[in-house]
């Protein structure tokens, strides 16, 4: 199936957003709920036709867009290195994980059984979906290594329900890696078509 352009960037703003609300959780102990309701909702969209479908519309990353504009603009005081890290840690993940086909169908197993107890629950962000969205991501994506460092208050970080949130968000940020790279997304791209992503990026949320 062909992916155009766009799609590519809003999966691209997926792995943004997701970033921003680890970041938020380790510095904060708290983060937008709506921003991650949208990431979570993510997992849980196994056979989309389009992109579109896994985000719901743009406005849902409008958080990622916005990231993506601070850190590929010409204000060089807006890029946030720490943000920056968890893409790039995020992006060698995935690559690790495509070439795992056993830890792939252990995570597409447990993502089911994880969407039908939201469906139970009647929330994507119940705790106790969230907590076995962690335990997948400790279980399958973990192993791969190296691990992903996160940056923060330790006292945030060490509280269960808060670590239970970075793991799940993480799966999330892998799930948008993994269609970011189905749409064509490549590394190596990004430095080459800075202008095209940033115009693209200011469409999404025109849209």
């Known amino acids: 199936m062909q992916h155009s352009y766009r799609e590519q960037v809003l999966a691209f703003a997926g792995i943004w957003q997701s970033a921003k609300l680890v970041q938020q959780i380790a510095r904060h102990g708290q983060l937008d ?24 519309s743009p406005a849902a990353m409008t958080t990622g867009l916005n990231t993506i504009l601070d850190q590929f603009g010409d204000a060089t005081n807006h890029r946030d290195m720490e943000l920056t890290k968890y893409v790039i840690s995020l992006m060698h993940l995935e690559r690790k994980l ?37 335990d997948l991501y400790a279980n399958t994506i973990s192993t791969l290594g190296p691990k992903i460092i996160v940056q923060g ?5 060490s509280n269960s329900n ?21 749409c064509g997304g490549r590394r190596l791209k990004l430095i080459f078509s800075r202008g095209k992503l940033l115009a693209q990026a200011k469409a999404l949320l025109n849209e």
């Open 162 to 182: 808060n670590a239970a949130k970075v793991r799940a968000i993480l799966l999330a940020g892998i799930r948008s890696t993994v269609l970011w790279h189905q």
């Open 98 to 134: 495509s070439t795992q086909p056993d830890v792939l169908n252990k995570i597409g197993a447990g993502l089911e059984l994880a969407k039908n107890q939201s469906q139970h629950f009647g929330s994507v962000v119940h705790e106790n979906v969230i907590a076995n969205l962690a």
């Open 153 to 157: 208050e330790q006292g945030h970080l």
């Open 33 to 56: 709920a709506a921003d991650f309701e949208a990431s979570i909702r993510t997992l849980f969209v196994t056979n989309p036709d389009t992109t579109d479908e896994v985000y719901g």
